[in-house]
């Protein structure tokens, strides 16, 4: 049956998540998981929901409860909201809405890489765009025409933003769909969200709960785009693609403003001695607007680094990028779990 598989799919270069240990032993700094748990009203909306025959019933197929909660929260119209098992689903049916076998799909580089494979399972091309000088955009953007193009703002590895004017400037540069992923927006000073607001149809924007809201475990995200739009993007996702339990948890994440606001100036407040702990170090360091830290040596590669934190039960991300060498992206954990591993990176140099 190997050799009845699509050939797209037989030379497909699977995308690596970040490595989830079996057990408890390690620090897990390594794939951007809130440190903090889910604030309480989620873990009382779930028990309400394990209640009943609340599990015994298919979930609401377009999430109704949740789009009202966000829309109010987000001030956005809800038939605009399209709902994910987390945003990577949303980027695998905007992918399969939007690009046809043998279509074009664009990013710039480096960025996260599981765009590229996107674009191969639909059997698409798939051409980057390297950032500039300070993580910035070429303009004009050289590629005038494309099925898909993704930016992920901010971007991974590096946590750097680009402002809203940019953002205009590059949609102005090209035609086709341009999807923003703003899975790690709410640590930023900015979103896109202001553009939709202001009229915009020819963008969508991409949110994550994993990270802000702490709820990588449930998987759910979603997309904000023109209402007539969505409305397509609903024929293209699977029936069922979130379950009860994933959208009661949104939903009562979204709704607890003030819980979300005081975890994310924690976790503000420790990015910043961060990188001024990882600069003391002799690290070269991004300036980041996500919940993660993007750093890099000049004087030797850091896979030793990587692999002897590994050794000493630590997780971080080693990347390495053609035309950019290697770095390693660091999670924001709590306070003392960024104290135990400054004090091992100390250890280590």
Same mark, same amino acid.
């Given at each position: ?19 989830? !240990? ?14 903090? !748990? ?33 829309? *109010? ?126 009229? @915009? ?42 379950? #009860? ?7 009562? #994440? ?42 890099? *040596? ?13 050794? *000493?039960?630590?997780?971080? @991300? ?32």
């Amino acid at each position: 049956m190997i050799d009845s598989l699509r050939p797209c799919i037989r030379d497909l270069v699977a995308y690596v998540p970040g490595e989830q !240990p079996r057990d408890g032993a390690f620090l897990k700094l390594n794939t951007n998981e809130n440190p903090y !748990p889910p604030s309480p009203r989620v873990l009382e909306a779930l028990r309400a929901a394990l209640t009943g025959d609340r599990l015994r019933k298919y979930p609401d197929p377009v999430g109704m409860h949740f789009r009202q909660t966000a829309s *109010r929260v987000l001030d956005v119209d809800p038939d605009g909201i399209l709902i994910g098992n987390g945003s990577d689903d949303i980027l695998t049916i905007l992918t399969r809405a939007f690009v046809p076998e043998g279509g074009l799909v664009v990013s710039p580089t480096p960025s996260y890489l599981l765009y590229r494979t996107l674009a191969n399972l639909q059997g698409a091309q798939f051409r980057t765009v390297p950032f500039t000088v300070g993580w910035k955009l070429p303009h004009p953007w050289p590629i005038q025409h494309a099925d898909l193009t993704f930016l992920a703002n901010p971007n991974s590895p590096s946590g750097t933003v680009l402002s809203l004017e940019e953002i205009k400037q590059l949609r102005a540069d090209f035609e086709g769909p341009l999807v923003i992923d703003e899975a790690y927006a709410d640590f930023a000073e900015d979103n896109a969200l202001k553009l939709l607001k202001r009229g @915009r149809k020819d963008i969508v924007i991409t949110r994550s709960f994993s990270k802000s809201y702490s709820l990588a475990g449930i998987r759910f995200g979603f997309a904000v785009g023109d209402p007539a739009l969505i409305q397509h993007l609903y024929k293209v996702k699977d029936s069922y693609n979130c379950d #009860a339990l994933s959208l009661v948890a949104a939903a009562a #994440a979204i709704e607890d403003q003030e819980y979300f606001y005081t975890i994310r100036a924690r976790i503000i407040a420790t990015r910043m001695q961060m990188e001024k702990a990882l600069k003391t170090l002799g690290f070269i360091v991004c300036p980041s607007q996500a919940n993660f830290v993007w750093c890099q *040596r000049a004087d030797r590669p850091v896979k030793p680094i990587y692999e002897e934190l590994k050794k *000493r039960n630590i997780l971080v @991300r080693y990347m390495n990028y053609e035309g950019y060498g290697d770095g390693l992206r660091i999670s924001v954990g709590t306070d003392e779990e960024i104290d135990c591993l400054l004090t091992e990176l100390a250890a280590i140099l």
